[in-house]
Structures are given as C-alpha cells and as structure tokens.
Nanobody
Framework: QVQLVESGGGLVQAGGSLRLSCAAS????????MGWYRQAPGKQRELAAD???????NYVDSVKGRFTISRDNAKNTVYLQMNSLKPEDTAVYYCNALIRITRAFESRYWGQGTQVTVSS
C-alpha cells in the first residue's frame, strides 16, 4: 500500500508565495519521477512541474521562473515552491509519483489534492 500525502495549500494574495509538500509512504522500493499536476475549475488537469530521480526538472511554460520543484529522496518527498503567484494559478494541485513497489512492478500514484487559491 502506497500513500501520497500533500500539505501546504491555502489562500494567498497575488504576488505571494506558497510551498507545497508531498510525502510518499508505504511499500516503496524506489521512486522515479515525482510531480505536481493542477486542475482549475472547468479545465483539464495539466502538469505544472515534475522532477526525475536524478534531479532534472521540467515545467509548464506558464510557471517557468516562478515555481521551483525539488525533492528529498531520503524522505520520499517532493516540494513545489510557488512564488509570484497569479490568480490564474488557482487550482487543486495534485501530487503524482511513479513508484516501484516490486522489482517487476511500477505504478503511478496520486495524492488527494490540495487547494491553492490566489486572490487578485
């Protein structure tokens, strides 16, 4: 059984900052890519940022220069530092991780989501 537990969402004014955290726990052999997706009301879920086990990060164009993704492999935790937040960043943010739970089996897991609301 694997769980992803997110924290750090909330309400912030435009221009402010928030830091999201997501910790993976359970029967984990290794974690490949970890990332953050987001879904705004009436829109499709999109990848905001992800990071592989070697630390290489990937960002959607709309967050480049404002968001920073990082991970602590020893803690099985991924972070998303969000600066210069804009109202259009308002969404439910979901943690996602590609986790190996046996030598032969790897699967993608999701967190429960955390709300980020940016007021103008």
């Amino acid at each position: 059984q694997v769980q992803l537990v997110e924290s750090g969402g909330g309400l912030v004014q435009a221009g402010g900052s928030l830091r999201l955290s997501c910790a993976a726990s359970g029967s984990i052999i290794s974690i490949n890519t970890m990332g953050w997706y987001r879904q705004a009301p009436g829109k499709q879920r999109e990848l905001a940022a992800d990071i592989n086990s070697g630390g290489s990060a990937n960002y959607v164009d709309s967050v480049k220069g404002r968001f920073t993704i990082s991970r602590d492999n020893a803690k099985n935790t991924v972070y998303l530092q969000m600066n210069s937040l804009k109202p259009e960043d308002t969404a439910v943010y979901y943690c996602n991780a590609l986790i190996r739970i046996t030598r032969a089996f790897e699967s993608r897991y999701w967190g429960q989501g955390t709300q980020v609301t940016v007021s103008s």
